[in-house]
C-alpha cells in the first residue's frame, strides 16, 4: 500500500512521521505549483473552492507517482469541506483512476471508525497502540507548529532578510529526524534555538497584523503566494488565528494560538452569535481579539465564494464601526496573481503608518515597514 | 403589529407556516412585492460582493419592507430542519448580515427566532414559543393554537405542492411563470426543473423560466411534488448522506427521477458561488450520465440575460424533441 493525502502547509511532515510509524509507506505529492492547481482547476466544479481545486491536483500528481491508496479528511458541515472527500473520489473515478479511498471524520464522530480506519491500514493495531503513536506524532506536530509561529513574530526584525526563513527550514529537519518521545524534546527546544538564533535589530519599529480566515488559505502558503513571508520580510509581526494542531487537537484549547475556541466565540457574540461552519465565527472573534490587543490592523484571507467567510465579510464592516481597526480581505482562486495581492497589501500597509503617524505617542519612525 | 416578511429565500418553502403563525399571535403580516429589478440592484449594491444572487435580493427585499414602514422584519434563523443536519450556512447567519447593515440602512428591528433541530426532533416547536412568549407575551396555551393552526396551513400547501401545484400559484399574489400558451399534451416532453425553490420560482431571478419552458413544450416535473421522506430516502445512496437538507432533497429528487424514468431531461438551475450546489453538481451531473438522461446546468447571477437564457433552453428542447424522433 502507498498512501497518500493532499498537501497542506507543514501536514506532511507529520503524516510521514505517522504512517511511517504504522509501517505504511507514505507517498509525499509533489509540491503545490502552477500545474497543480491549473490539473485541479480543470477537473473541478468551475465554482468549487480552492481548496478543492488544489485537492483534485495533489491527488492526481499523488496517483502518477505511484500512490494507491488517498486520505481525506471529513466533517459533519455546513462548511462544503466535510463533503470534499465524496466529491473529490467522484471526480477522480470518473477520470478512471483506480486506488482506494480513506474519508477520515473527525475522532469526535465516533472513537471506534476512527480507529477502524487505522486498523485497515495497520492490521493487528490495537486501540492502546493507535493512541501512543497519535500522541508522539502530534507532540512532533505541534513542536513545528511552535516553530512556524515563533518565526511569524521574529521574521520582522531579521537583520537579514531570508534568514528567518533558512533558519525555519532546518529547525524542520531537526524536528523531521527526531522519532522517540526524548529526541523530540530534545530536537524542540535545539530548533527553538535555531529560530532564535537568528541576527535581529531589536530596535525596529514594527506594524502587528493580526492574520485571519478560512484555514486552508491560512496554512497553505502555496494556496496565497507566501503572503506570511512576504509580509515578515516587509517588517510586520505576525499572529495567525489558525494552526494545524490546535485544528485537529481533539480539545479546542487552541494551545498554538493562545486563545481558547470559547473565547474567541464570545468575542464573536455580539456580531455573529451561531457557528456558521468553517471558521466564520473564528475570523469575527479573531478580528475583535487582535483589535483588543492594539494590533495595527487584520488580514482576512479566503477561498473566492467561502461560504463560511463570506459571512463574516458581510458582518466586519459592523465589527470595525465598533472597535475601529483596518481590515483587508483577499479572496484567492486560480485566477488570483501575485503582483495584484502584493500591491493591496503595500497600500493596506501605507494606510497603517499613516495611522500609526496620525496618533499621538505612537509614531512609527519613518520608512520602517513598507518600504524595508 | 406589522411584520414584514421577505418574499425570498425560505418564504417559498414555509410562508403559510410562517403567515398563520404570525397572525395566529396578533400580528399584521406583509410580504414585499415579487423581486423587481429595483430590488434586486439595492440588494446588490449592499450586499457583500461574493454572495450568491438570491441572498443579494433577500436584502433588497428588506430595504423594500422597510419603505413600506413595516415594525419589524422577520428574519428567522433556520439552523437546521432535521436532526443530523443543515440547511444552508448563508440561512445560519442569515440574522447577523442583514443585522450588520441594519443600523446604515435604517431597517426596522429583526425578529430572528433561532430553529434548530440538529440535536433533536420537535425542538423547533419548543423554540417557537419561546419566541411567542418572549415577543408577544403569549401564554403557552395561546402559542401552541397559533402553531397548530401554522402547522394545518402549512400542511395544506405542501398537499398542493405534491398535487403538481406550484409554489407561485398557491402563495399570495401570483400572475409570473404562467405561460400564454402551450402546444398540446402529446407534443410535450417531460423536463425535471431542479433546484432551489427561491431560484426557480422566482421570475425574475430566473427571467421567467418557468413559463418559457411551458410555452416550448415542457411538461414539468418539480422536486416538490414529491413528498420531503421520500425525497430524503432516495438520497441516501450515497457513501456519506448529504448534510445539508434541501441539496439532500435535490440530490434525492434526481435519483428518482432518473431511476424509475420521470422524465425525458433535466434543467438544472444553480446560483453562481451556491456553495453547497458547486459540490452536489459533480454527483449530479455523473447520475444523470449513468442513466443516460440530458441535463443541462443553468447558472444565473445579477448579470443573467435574458437573450442567453432563451437561447439555451431553446437548444436544449430541440435536442430532446429531436432525440424522441429519433428513438
Known amino acids: ?372 | 403589529m406589522r411584520i414584514g416578511i421577505p418574499r425570498s429565500l425560505l418564504y417559498y418553502k414555509y410562508l403559510p407556516f410562517w403567515k398563520t403563525f404570525l397572525t395566529g399571535m396578533g400580528a399584521e403580516v406583509e410580504t414585499s412585492p415579487l423581486t423587481n429589478k429595483k430590488i434586486l440592484s439595492r440588494g446588490v449594491e449592499v450586499a457583500e460582493n461574493e454572495l450568491c444572487v438570491p441572498v443579494k435580493a433577500f436584502y433588497g427585499h428588506c430595504m423594500a419592507l422597510r419603505d413600506n414602514g413595516v415594525d419589524a422584519l422577520f428574519v428567522p434563523r433556520v439552523v437546521s430542519v432535521e436532526e443530523r443536519a443543515y440547511t444552508c450556512p448563508k440561512f445560519l447567519g442569515l440574522p447577523d448580515m442583514i443585522g450588520a447593515v441594519a443600523g446604515s440602512l435604517e431597517l426596522p428591528p429583526l425578529l430572528t427566532p433561532r430553529l434548530n433541530q440538529r440535536e433533536k426532533p420537535r425542538e423547533f416547536k419548543l423554540q417557537l414559543m419561546d419566541f411567542a412568549r418572549e415577543q408577544f407575551g403569549l401564554r403557552r396555551l395561546e402559542a401552541l393554537a397559533a402553531l397548530e393552526s401554522a402547522r394545518l396551513a402549512q400542511r395544506r400547501y405542501q398537499e398542493g405542492l405534491a398535487g403538481g401545484r406550484k409554489p407561485l400559484d398557491l402563495l399570495p399574489a401570483s400572475r409570473f411563470n404562467t405561460p400564454r400558451w402551450r402546444p398540446p399534451a402529446e407534443k410535450r416532453k417531460r423536463i425535471g426543473l431542479l433546484g432551489h425553490p427561491y431560484n426557480i420560482y422566482d421570475g425574475y431571478l430566473t427571467q421567467n423560466l418557468i413559463a418559457r419552458l411551458e410555452e416550448m413544450g415542457a411538461e414539468l416535473v418539480l422536486p416538490e411534488m414529491t413528498d420531503h421522506n421520500v425525497l430524503m430516502k432516495a438520497a441516501t445512496d450515497v457513501p456519506k448522506q448529504l448534510y445539508w437538507t434541501y441539496e439532500k432533497e435535490i440530490m434525492g429528487a434526481i435519483n428518482l427521477w432518473t431511476e424509475k424514468q420521470m422524465v425525458d431531461g433535466v434543467v438544472y438551475v444553480l446560483a453562481f458561488a451556491c456553495g453547497p450546489d458547486s459540490l452536489i453538481q459533480v454527483l449530479i451531473e455523473h447520475r444523470a450520465k449513468l442513466h443516460n438522461i440530458p441535463l443541462m446546468s443553468l447558472t444565473i447571477d445579477e448579470h443573467s440575460g435574458e437573450a442567453g437564457l432563451i437561447t439555451r433552453i431553446e437548444a436544449f428542447i430541440d435536442m430532446l424533441m429531436r432525440k424522441k424522433t429519433a428513438a
Not at chain 1, 479511498?101 to 492502546?128: C, H, N, Q, T
Not at chain 1, 481590515?327 to 495584484?340: I, K, N, S, Y
Open chain 1, 1 to 372: 500500500m502507498r498512501i497518500s493525502a493532499p498537501q497542506m502547509g507543514n501536514l506532511h511532515i507529520m503524516l510521514d512521521d505517522l504512517f511511517g510509524r504504522l509501517g505504511v509507506e507514505y507517498v509525499q505529492p509533489p509540491p503545490s505549483s502552477t500545474k497543480t492547481l491549473q490539473l485541479g482547476a480543470k477537473h473541478s466544479p468551475e465554482f468549487a473552492c480552492l481548496p478543492l481545486k488544489i485537492n483534485i491536483g495533489n491527488f492526481i500528481e499523488a496517483l502518477e507517482v505511484g500512490a494507491d491508496t488517498l486520505v481525506m479528511a471529513g466533517g459533519h458541515g455546513p462548511c462544503r469541506f466535510g463533503y470534499y472527500g465524496i466529491v473529490e473520489e467522484r471526480i477522480l473515478r470518473d477520470l478512471g483512476y483506480d486506488f482506494r479511498f480513506i474519508m477520515l471524520e473527525p475522532f469526535s464522530d465516533g472513537v471506534w471508525a476512527f480507529y477502524k480506519v487505522f486498523e485497515s491500514l495497520s492490521p493487528g493495531l490495537s486501540i492502546r497502540k493507535l493512541w501512543k503513536i497519535l500522541k508522539i506524532s502530534f507532540s512532533k506536530a505541534r513542536a513545528i507548529d511552535r516553530l512556524h509561529k515563533r518565526a511569524l513574530q521574529l521574521r520582522a526584525y531579521e537583520a537579514n532578510r531570508g534568514d528567518t526563513t533558512r533558519a525555519l527550514h532546518g529547525a524542520e529537519e531537526i524536528m523531521a529526524a527526531a522519532h522517540t518521545a526524548e529526541e523530540i524534546e530534545a530536537a524542540a527546544s535545539e530548533s527553538m534555538a535555531v529560530i532564535e538564533a537568528v541576527e535581529r535589530d531589536s530596535g525596529r519599529d514594527v506594524l502587528r497584523i493580526g492574520i485571519v480566515g478560512e484555514f486552508y488559505l491560512l496554512l497553505e502558503p502555496f494556496s496565497n503566494f507566501g503572503l506570511e513571508e512576504t509580509l515578515g520580510q516587509m517588517g510586520v509581526y505576525l499572529e495567525r488565528s489558525v494552526w494545524v494542531t490546535d485544528w485537529i487537537a481533539p480539545n479546542s484549547n487552541n494551545v498554538i494560538y493562545g486563545y481558547p475556541k470559547k473565547t474567541i466565540e464570545k468575542k464573536a457574540e455580539p456580531f455573529l452569535d451561531q457557528n456558521v461552519g468553517g471558521e466564520g465565527r473564528e475570523t469575527i472573534g479573531s478580528l475583535v481579539n487582535f483589535a483588543e490587543m492594539g494590533f495595527d490592523g487584520v488580514i482576512q484571507l479566503l477561498p473566492f465564494g467561502c461560504m463560511p467567510e463570506n459571512i463574516a465579510t458581510s458582518i466586519i464592516p459592523r465589527v470595525q464601526q465598533e472597535h475601529d481597526i483596518p481590515v483587508l480581505t483577499l479572496a484567492f482562486d486560480e485566477q488570483t496573481g501575485r503582483a495584484g495581492m502584493v500591491t493591496r497589501v503595500e497600500a493596506f500597509l501605507d494606510l497603517l503608518e499613516a495611522r500609526r503617524r496620525n496618533r499621538p505617542g505612537a509614531a512609527l519612525k519613518p520608512g520602517t515597514a513598507a518600504s524595508a
